[in-house]
Nanobody, 118 residues
Framework: QVQLVESGGGLVQPGGSLRLSCATSGIIFSIYVMGWYRQAPGKQRELIVD???????NYADSVKGRFTISKDNAKNTVYLQMNSLKPEDTAVYYC????????????WGQGTQVTVSS
């Protein structure tokens, strides 16, 4: 059974940092694209970064240079390090696993709230 469980969200001041975690089960990182999405109130869910099985990454311009995705194969966990946070980063953040070579299902975590405010 596939599960993705996010954690690490919270309230942080502008300029601060947070690290989100996505603990997975039933996912083989080498054949899934692992992504982080976010959805702000009244807006569509957007992809902010993904990582393919070979480790290559793709960042949205809005987070490039501030956010970093990584994964720990031994812990079956994907991380999102977020630095220099801005109020516009406030959103619910979701972890996603999508088959890299087609077929199968996309999987989503339940989301974790990140609020950037003074």
């Amino acid at each position: 059974q596939v599960q993705l469980v996010e954690s690490g969200g919270g309230l942080v001041q502008p300029g601060g940092s947070l690290r989100l975690s996505c603990a997975t089960s039933g996912i083989i990182f080498s054949i899934y694209v692992m992504g982080w999405y976010r959805q702000a109130p009244g807006k569509q869910r957007e992809l902010i970064v993904d990582m393919r099985g070979d480790g290559s990454t793709n960042y949205a311009d809005s987070v490039k240079g501030r956010f970093t995705i990584s994964k720990d194969n031994a812990k079956n966990t994907v991380y999102l390090q977020m630095n220099s946070l801005k109020p516009e980063d406030t959103a619910v953040y979701y972890c996603n696993a999508a088959p890299e070579y087609g077929g199968g299902y996309d999987y989503w975590g339940q989301g974790t709230q990140v609020t950037v405010s003074s």
